[in-house]
């Protein structure tokens, strides 16, 4: 098992350089056709641009929009610079820099891999390497270090995983983790109780996954967000075209959210669950990145809607190398019946993974831009706009 375990952390390294250079299905659950009445698309509407300064390594593996006491800010990641920075979302300015304090009494020690926004005073920092949680103030200063959540559960759970396409959300005191790893007993999700310190992996995987070894940057993936106003947990696995929900009462529900783009039958490489995965390593990369498969799922308050992000297949004479699984992506939009309304094929200069909702739309990183000038951070601002089928 710790083999295994060496690989899959091989195999998120992996994952993680090329992005930035579950219910079960028995007969209780209820099954919904996806068609929409009314068919919708993304629209580019505007556009902004905020100010970097020399400090700021961009792009960050995490950002978050805020609303507090009629101001409204962006808040990200500068963790090279062992910071979090704070924007005003009016005027697109730096107003301020939290910095992690790193020794002594409230250190944390070690550089973070990512941070959970509740708000300036509950940050909580994220360590990939270590499964380590810690919580910070607006001041950097250490509150309080969790350790290694999933200790207790040693080789038998996912890994946790937390980045701005496998997000957390935080419900009733305890903060609901995205995972990768999913073959390890089985389980998706990581719920960490902030009151009792205990730890779940709560959810099943579907039925997909008994058809063989899904292994990948991909397909075992599990990818939630949370609708606070009808108290709804939406999950989206990376080799499911079902996306599931659970409400309040513990209801479970799925709905078909289909990419036109992927095959109707998304397979693994293999059925053989006891195969070495390093051995096929290349093949299994191949194998997602010719067939396609699904990454973040969000939530949009303002416009109640659903975002499926899609990463669709790349044609096999195109092929030649795993990070291209990310060459074109799509979004699906769900509305708030969890009927799919349309699927948007993301322009090749936007970075699908780089992006924040408010109330003005969905705010998508403009990677050409920054590469055009790195003093500026831009982003596309698309809603969705409907017309009658």
Known sequence: ?????????????????????????????????????????????????????????????????????????LILDNFSNWSIEVYNYE??????????????????????????????????????NGQRLVLINDQGELLKDFGDINLSYNNDAPLTHLDNS?????????????????????KAGTVFDLTTLKVDHPYNLP????????????YDKYHHDYNEFNKLIIQSYGNDHWIYTINEK??????????????????????DKGVDAMSIEPYLYRNEALQGGYSTIKYDPWQNVYYRFV???????????????????????LNENMEVAGEFVLPEEYSYHIFYISPKGLHIFNEKKYHENDDLANFGIFKIKYSNL
Not at 101 to 109: A, D, I, L, Q, S
């Open 1 to 73: 098992m710790p083999q295994i375990r060496n690989i899959l952390n091989f195999m998120l390294i992996v994952y993680m350089w090329f992005l930035f250079s579950g219910c079960t299905t028995n007969n209780s659950k209820e099954t919904f056709n996806s068609k929409s009445t009314r068919k919708g698309n993304l629209e580019l509407v505007d556009e902004e641009a905020y100010l970097l300064d020399s400090m700021c390594k961009f792009p960050p593996f995490t950002l978050y929009y805020h609303a507090k006491n009629d101001m409204e800010y």
């Open 250 to 271: 513990g209801k479970k529900d799925r709905y078909l959210a289909k990419s036109k783009y992927l095959p109707l039958n998304i397979r693994p490489y293999t059925t």
């Open 207 to 218: 039925e997909i996954y008994e058809n063989g070894f899904w292994f990948g940057v991909v």
């Open 91 to 128: 005027t697109k300015m730096k107003i301020n820099n939290i910095s992690i304090n790193r020794e002594g009494p409230n250190g944390v020690k070690q550089s973070p891999s990512s941070f959970y926004f509740h708000n300036f005073d509950s940050i909580f920092l994220f360590f990939n």
């Open 311 to 333: 990463l669709t297949p790349i044609p096999e004479e195109e092929y030649g190398a795993a990070q291209q699984i990310w060459d074109y992506p799509s979004i699906i939009i």
């Open 166 to 186: 496998l997000p957390a959300f935080l419900k009733d005191d305890k903060i609901y983790f995205s995972t990768y790893s999913l073959e390890h007993g089985q």
